[in-house]
């Protein structure tokens, strides 16, 4: 098994053409497999920018991203989109489902997106959400559901296409904190089960300290 899954070198990220804003100023970052890194840091410092284009959801200013050793950035538009559906989950602090669909239909979608039959998708679905505790709950849309709940479909629905590396941007910030310890469990655990790379952005402490790695975003490069 190789010793990294992602590996940043040099990030840039820059905002702006007369007023300049530097967000990430030569960052590097190496992950290995199974690793749960923790990315803290100030609001505003660029924690989600960084995320992002982890994630192939932004590009960078400057500087190279490789996953498995592939520069992601030398996809098309395409391949990267490719990409993300297959080895990538993305878990935000805002659960982004569709409202009109149910639990198990939102959860399905990645799946169905990628060409897997709907029997398979729907089998991988309902067995996520029975882990994550949600087994009673496969016909609820998004608005019968508490916002742990809500969570927890996000987490299931990034996690159905068993992607190597989950990225979770503030993934317990609208939570209660008994709710949220709850949710960082179930996060711990699923990386213990599944071996999949958890990379998350967070400013709870609590959460940062479970982590294997905390480091510390501050003037545009990790510490």
Do not use: W
């Not at 992601?72 to 559906?85: C, I, P, S, T």
């Not at 991988?124 to 916002?147: F, K, N, T, Y």
């Amino acid at each position: 098994m190789s010793k990294e899954l992602i590996r940043a070198e040099g990030l840039c990220k820059v905002y702006g053409d007369g007023h300049r804003v530097v967000v990430l100023d030569g960052l590097d970052l190496t992950v290995a497999p199974g690793e749960v890194v923790a990315i803290i840091g100030q609001s505003g410092v660029g924690k989600s920018t960084l995320l992002h284009i982890l994630g192939t959801l932004d590009r960078p200013t400057g500087g190279r991203v490789f996953f498995e050793g592939q520069d992601v950035f030398a996809l098309d538009e395409k391949q990267q989109a490719a990409f993300r559906n297959r080895s990538i989950g993305f878990v935000f602090q805002f659960h982004h489902l569709l409202p009109d669909f149910d639990a198990v239909e939102n959860v399905m979608m990645p799946a169905l997106i990628q060409g897997v039959r709907r029997s398979e998708a729907y089998a991988r679905a309902r067995a996520l959400l029975e882990r994550v505790g949600l087994g009673d709950r496969l016909d609820h849309r998004p608005g019968q559901l508490s916002g742990g709940e809500l969570q927890r479909v996000a987490i299931a629905r990034a996690l159905v296409q068993s992607p190597k590396a989950l990225l979770a941007d503030e993934p317990t910030g609208n939570l209660d904190p008994a709710t949220a310890a709850e949710v960082h469990q179930l996060l711990l655990e699923l990386n213990r089960e599944r071996g999949t790379t958890l990379v998350l952005v967070t400013h709870n402490e609590e959460l940062a300290r479970l982590a294997h790695r905390s480091l510390r975003l501050y003037q545009g490069r990790l510490h």
